[in-house]
Every structure is written in C-alpha cells, then in structure tokens.
T-cell receptor
Framework: GAGVSQTPSNKVTEKGKYVELRCDPISGHTALYWYRQSLGQGPEFLIYFQGTGAADDSGLPNDRFFAVRPEGSVSTLKIQRTERGDSAVYLC????????????FGQGTRLTVV | AQKITQTQPGMFVQEKEAVTLDCTYDTSDPSYGLFWYKQPSSGEMIFLIYQGSYDQQNATEGRYSLNFQKARKSANLVISASQLGDSAMYFCAMREGGNDMRFGAGTRLTVKP
C-alpha cells in the first residue's frame, strides 16, 4: 500500500490480557515510530526504530510494553497484562532516514481495555 | 523534561483572518528539525510544514508559514486566510540529531464563520 497501515483499527481486550498491534510502514522507510495518544493530548513518544534496531525506547512506560521490527519493515507493539490505563490510540509513523523529512502516520489502533 | 511547549490549549479565529499558533522548544543539539501537523476530528495526522535549524529562510507552504526565531527557540505556525476546514488540533514537533520525534500538547483551533 501507499501509506502506513495499522492493524487492527480497533481492539477491545480484557484487563490482564496480552495484545499485539501491528504497523506496516511505507516501503523503503528506515525510521519507524510508535506513539500513544489519549483524548485531547499530544502524541506521547514510545519507541523509535532505525532499521531493525530500537534507537530510542525511552518512552516505553514500563516493562509490560515491548516492540520489535525484526526485518526492518513491519513492527509489532506488544503489551502484556493490559491495564485500563493503557486504553488510548496507538499511532505508528514512518519516515526516510533523513532527519529533514516528515513522518507519515497511520490511522492508529484504538485500544480499549475493559 | 518537556522539549516542545505549546502554551495555547485553544484558539479562536474568524474565517478569512490570520492566526498564529505558538511553539517553543528546547534543545542543545545544533542540528534539528521542526514540524507542524494538523489533526482533524477524524484523527489522521497531516503534515503541514517543516523548518530545519540551519535554514536561513522561514518555511512557507501555501497558506502556512513558520515564523522561526532561532535565538528565542520558537517556531510559530501562521495560518493566513483561515477557512472553516482549518478547525482541528495542531501539533508542533521536533526531531533532534538522534532522529526521534517528540510532540507538544497541541492547540485546538476553531475557525468561526
């Protein structure tokens, strides 16, 4: 596809369950970002990949959150033992490796923990 | 520490008027990029304009211009001739040398007819 694709678009899960959120970036983009956005707030940085490696994971709130990008393309954000406070829209973005280029965003995954 | 500050939670502007949305940033890196995004109620993030730290001229893209004051560390977005469709959340973002990108809290702009 031409844009960043995130699946699922919506996910409802029970407290304590494990979830995986997928991001398929624009082909050829080496940089990939995950953000979490709560209603009325700005995107909160979670993790940034350059290629296959996590260049900065300082935004991950705790060890229940983990993300991978094994082949430098698709990325998966994994959340263990979900809590109601994890409910938010999770946004993925990708860009070329150049610092001067904009990041393109997916439509997000709305996660609701009940 | 918050690196991007947007001090205006909400702004109102009359249709066809110009409006300035404020953004200040904090970095010690000499090389960085500043971005503005628009997020309508549909939720999509739309890139508007970019300014590099070494750019001599203020960036412009159609009705959008960026008032870049490097010494003050400010990068205000100016929207000219506001339209009803400009009503949305606006986010300022910065990418430093390490290439991660951080966002401010946003400003909700409402354009009045």
């Amino acid at each position: 596809g031409a844009g960043v694709s995130q699946t699922p678009s919506n996910k409802v899960t029970e407290k304590g369950k494990y979830v995986e959120l997928r991001c398929d970036p624009i082909s050829g983009h080496t940089a990939l970002y995950w953000y979490r956005q709560s209603l009325g707030q700005g995107p909160e940085f979670l993790i940034y990949f350059q290629g296959t490696g996590a260049a900065d994971d300082s935004g991950l709130p705790n060890d229940r959150f983990f993300a991978v990008r094994p082949e430098g393309s698709v990325s998966t954000l994994k959340i263990q033992r979900t809590e109601r406070g994890d409910s938010a829209v999770y946004l993925c973005a990708s860009s070329e490796g150049d610092m001067n280029t904009e990041a393109f965003f997916g439509q997000g995954t709305r996660l609701t923990v009940v | 520490a918050q690196k991007i500050t947007q001090t205006q939670p909400g702004m109102f502007v009359q249709e066809k008027e110009a409006v300035t949305l404020d953004c200040t940033y904090d970095t010690s890196d000499p090389s960085y990029g500043l971005f503005w995004y628009k997020q309508p109620s549909s939720g999509e993030m739309i890139f508007l304009i970019y300014q590099g730290s070494y750019d001599q001229q203020n960036a412009t893209e159609g009705r959008y211009s960026l008032n870049f004051q490097k010494a003050r560390k400010s990068a205000n977005l100016v929207i000219s001739a506001s339209q009803l469709g400009d009503s949305a959340m606006y986010f300022c973002a910065m990418r430093e040398g390490g290439n991660d990108m951080r966002f401010g809290a946003g400003t909700r702009l409402t354009v009045k007819p």
